[in-house]
């Protein structure tokens, strides 16, 4: 098409170079900054990772403790925030209320907009990362109807979060250390993954000098799609619809059907074509808290193993490369936790937010960046003259 080629979806197009993420689809390889997800996910906290990200480098001791600590600081948000849940309805998804304050979040920060300063941009990198949890956990306290928990500065990231989740001013949570750990893991692991929808969105939107807190609230508009971030919430409610084993035939035969739209959630991907390296951290981080639990043989995580092992011998999604993605163990895991299912993608966004703001910052550094601006293949109608309304027919 002249000058340009259509790609629908992307397929086959880079849109940007990038230094952050590394992913080998054929043998299942996922590194950030280089270091693989599975050392990652085995030997460093979130925190650590967040760093890897944004700076290049795991930081040593002080480096981390100062980086924490940093963190730690803008964990609050501005009280003035509080009235935006009060505007939303008590059963508002926690999607829908954080797209809202997310994007709120630029108004409470004007230095935020002038992102050709490398130091302003760090500083909204860091309340970002502080803060969405924050925005997460409220969304969910204002639907449950409890009162907003404070976040706990004496905690880690991922024990915070379960405080701000579950304390009330009755009862401190205690944070369960495999729980955290878990928890810990789940951000990890969702952490970055390079250039997907959530991720394009966010470069496309700053592209153009947008603030980036805006810019945070459009990547998690596109992840809040069942095809991107909200397949977790689709797989467990796809586990609780087969509620038993013996109707995972009837189910997987829904799936392969081509006039029926119905997917099997939490498999396939658009880059992976062999096994999600997060897919396995996450059946094994299923077995712990679960262990921890005294429950291996939760109903839904049976399910979740015979759905698995049936899939991968069926002819069907062995010929299309279709694997368990991350999303198809971390529901229960979550589940387990206590965290409710309407709750997943939020948690995907806290993890994924440290992705998007370093995808954002590499964007505006490098000194080839342009405005984001696809072309399209037109094919409405040719040249025609107006005709006055009179003489319509
Ligand atoms: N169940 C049944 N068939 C499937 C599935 C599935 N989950 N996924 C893909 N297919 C089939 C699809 O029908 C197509 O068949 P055909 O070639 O006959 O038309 C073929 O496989 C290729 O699918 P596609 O839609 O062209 O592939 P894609 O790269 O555009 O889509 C995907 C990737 C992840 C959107 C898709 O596999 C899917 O919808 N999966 C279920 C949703 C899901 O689990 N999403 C989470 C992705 S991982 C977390 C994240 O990154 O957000």
């Given at each position: 098409y002249g000058i340009f080629t259509y790609d629908p979806g992307y397929q086959s197009t880079a849109s940007c170079s990038s230094k952050i993420t590394y992913i080998d689809g054929d043998e299942g390889i996922l590194l950030y900054r280089g270091y693989p997800i599975e050392q990652l996910a085995e030997h460093a906290d979130f925190i650590e990772v967040c760093h890897l990200l944004y700076y290049g480098e795991l930081p040593s001791q002080e480096q981390k403790q100062e980086f924490d600590s940093i963190i730690r600081h803008h964990t609050m948000v501005h009280d003035q925030v509080n009235n935006f849940y009060r505007?939303?309805?008590?059963?508002?998804h926690p999607m829908a209320s954080m797209v809202g304050v997310a994007g709120a979040l630029s108004a409470f920060y004007?230095?935020?907009?002038?992102?050709?300063?490398p130091r302003h941009r760090e500083i909204s990198a860091h309340r970002l990362l502080a803060k969405v949890p924050t925005i997460a956990a409220m969304s969910y306290k204002y639907n449950t109807g409890q009162p907003f928990a404070y976040p706990k500065n004496s905690l880690s990231y991922a024990a915070n979060f379960l405080h701000m989740m579950f304390s009330t001013p009755c009862e401190e949570y205690v944070p369960n250390p495999v729980m955290v750990r878990a928890m810990d893991r789940i951000f990890t692991l969702h952490a970055d993954h390079e250039q997907n929808a959530s991720t394009s969105t966010v470069r496309l939107a700053g592209s153009s000098g947008a603030n980036p807190f805006a810019c945070i609230a459009s990547g998690i508009a596109s992840l809040w799609g069942p095809a991107h971030g909200g397949a977790n919430e689709a797989v467990l409610n796809m586990l609780e619809e087969i509620g038993?084993?013996?109707?995972i035939p009837e189910l997987i035969e829904r799936a392969k059907?081509?006039?029926?739209?119905?997917r099997l959630m939490g498999f396939g991907h658009r880059v992976y074509k062999?096994?999600?390296?997060r897919a396995n951290l996450m059946r094994q981080t299923c077995h712990e808290v679960l262990n921890e639990l005294g429950c291996q043989d939760d109903r839904l995580f049976q399910i979740a193993l015979e759905l698995e092992r049936i899939a991968l011998e069926d002819e069907y999604f062995i010929e299309k490369k279709l694997y368990p993605n991350v999303d198809f163990y971390s529901g229960i895991v979550l589940r387990a936790i206590g965290i409710p299912t309407n709750m997943f993608t939020a948690i995907f966004a806290i993890s994924r937010t440290i992705g998007w703001i370093t995808q954002w910052n590499e964007m505006i550094a490098?000194?080839?960046?342009?405005i984001g601006r696809p072309r399209q293949l037109f094919l409405g109608p040719k040249k025609r003259d107006f005709v006055p309304i009179s003489q319509r027919r």
């Open positions: 505007g939303f309805r008590r059963d508002a004007p230095d935020s907009g002038d992102v050709s300063d038993d084993v013996s109707k059907d081509k006039s029926n739209p119905f062999n096994f999600d390296p490098d000194p080839e960046q342009k």
